[in-house]
């Protein structure tokens, strides 16, 4: 069976049907593929669960909660299955379903951890990035996890994960609060900041406090930088927050004695 061009109706059915039953229906598909899966709560009530699959990734869509009515259908907020006529009869651990269910699981945990990433250190951090590649990879053999023992995994990741990007975070706000309770800082510290600076409001608070400390160091590790550095800093400066004041940073590198087109650049990218 091609999953990839299915529309799979997947019914865990307990009461009935024995602790360990799920029925599928398949209806071929040109574009994706959607699974839904019914998991019994009671002998009444079901878990409804859609997951959708495109361009190689599975994706939990839709959930629902469904009661079973008299007449052998199961009704939710949104969703109604009548019947279960012309279903296949599968393990709930098939490792099809298995592999459906644990890839949406997986997938929804690097978005959450992407996402908080972007926030707080910024998503195309080298080291955020490099933990993700090698400790946070797909690389498992989703299929040969039952679904309540892959949730364990998950869990497991995904604190890792967030205790990762919060160390990091923190790393960050020591840095800025070295800048923000000195009277000075010298390029060596300037230099630093601009080779390890991410799209996050941190390191924005960062940058224009180095600024406002040190002028004319800034503008001369600016100048160092190669043309492909200055043009990912530029990338990097295209997001920054508007409720951050920048006006005194403008200011001292306007009156600055060192002046230039990437003077210019900065100010037009932070004002």
């Given at each position: 069976m091609n999953f990839k061009l299915c529309f799979l109706l997947i019914v865990c059915n307990t009461g009935v049907f024995g602790q360990h039953d799920v029925f599928v229906r398949s209806i071929e598909k040109k574009i994706n593929a959607t699974t839904e899966v019914l998991t019994p709560v009671t002998d009444s009530s079901y878990l409804y669960q859609q997951y959708s699959y495109f361009k190689t990734t599975y994706w939990l869509v839709k959930e629902d909660n469904l009661v079973l009515t008299s007449n052998d259908q199961w009704i939710g907020g949104s969703v109604m299955i009548d019947g279960l006529n012309d279903f296949?009869?599968?393990?709930?651990?098939?490792s099809t379903l298995n592999l459906i269910r644990n890839a949406a699981l997986s997938h929804q945990t690097r978005q959450i951890l992407y996402d908080t990433a972007r926030v707080n250190i910024g998503s195309k951090n080298d080291a955020f990035l490099t933990f993700m590649n090698k400790e946070l990879s797909m690389g498992d053999n989703l299929a040969d996890f039952c679904v309540e023992e892959y949730q364990f995994v998950n869990e497991?990741?995904?604190?890792?994960g967030l205790a990762f990007i919060n160390n990091?975070?923190?790393q960050k706000l020591a840095r800025l609060n070295q800048v923000v309770n000195s009277n000075t800082v010298d390029e060596v510290l300037i230099a630093e900041v601009l080779r390890n600076m991410h799209s996050c409001e941190i390191d924005y608070r960062t940058f224009v406090c180095l600024i406002e400390k040190n002028t004319d160091g800034f503008i001369n590790q600016i100048n160092a930088l190669s043309a492909d550095a200055f043009f990912d800093l530029k990338l990097k400066l295209y997001q920054f927050p508007s409720d951050i004041d920048t006006l005194k940073a403008c200011q001292l590198l306007k009156k600055s004695?060192?002046?230039?087109k990437r003077v210019?650049?900065?100010?037009?990218?932070?004002?």
């Open positions: 296949e009869r599968m393990d709930v651990c098939d497991e990741r995904l604190k890792k990091i975070k923190r004695s060192i002046q230039g210019k650049v900065l100010i037009r990218k932070i004002k």
